[in-house]
């Protein structure tokens, strides 16, 4: 019941979980600028999806919140890590200590850095909002909504 209403809270902000409003609150608080939601990446699985990040910040660096960091979500993030080298997506966790499924021993803390993710607890690290991170600041002069093009040259599927 209590996550009913903490996504219907969340939506009510216009957001899709509790932890997202509290890194939105976290980020408004240090006055530190960011966008939500703002574009969307493309990317390939047996067809062309796109992919819409939680958080811009002005350096270029994504920020995904997540609580639950489900098999389907993993496989993604690591499509859209090989298909789009140079964007840096950092995961925001409830928990990193979390078991990434009943009975593994491993954890998300522990996929993340299988996979060279940068992750942190609960709140976005003061570093990342300090860090100039010139390969991808780029990504802050986008209009809202706009796409990232999947990398490769499309071929048509018949």
């Known amino acids: 019941m209590r996550n ?7 939506l009510k902000y216009g957001y899709r979980s509790g932890l997202e409003i509290k890194v939105s609150d976290y980020l408004k608080e ?7 939601e703002c574009f969307k990446i493309e990317w390939e699985d047996l067809m062309y999806r796109t992919y819409t990040p939680d958080f811009l910040l002005p350096n270029g660096i994504i920020i995904e919140t997540k609580g639950r ?5 993993r496989r993604k993030h690591l499509a859209i890590q090989k298909q ?3 964007l840096d997506i950092r ?3 409830e928990s990193s200590k979390r078991r990434l499924s009943k009975g593994s021993k491993g ?9 060279n993710f940068l992750y942190y607890d609960r709140i976005i690290p003061q570093e990342w909002l300090k860090e100039n991170n010139k390969k991808t600041k780029t990504l802050w002069q986008l209009s809202d909504k706009s796409v990232i093009p999947f990398p490769l040259k499309k071929t048509r599927r018949t």
């Open 4 to 10: 009913i209403k903490q996504f219907q809270a969340a």
């Open 30 to 36: 240090l006055d530190q600028d960011f966008r939500y």
């Open 91 to 93: 995961f925001v966790f």
């Open 84 to 86: 789009h080298k140079n």
């Open 69 to 73: 960091f489900v098999a389907s979500d």
């Open 107 to 115: 954890t998300y803390a522990s996929w993340c850095e299988k996979y």
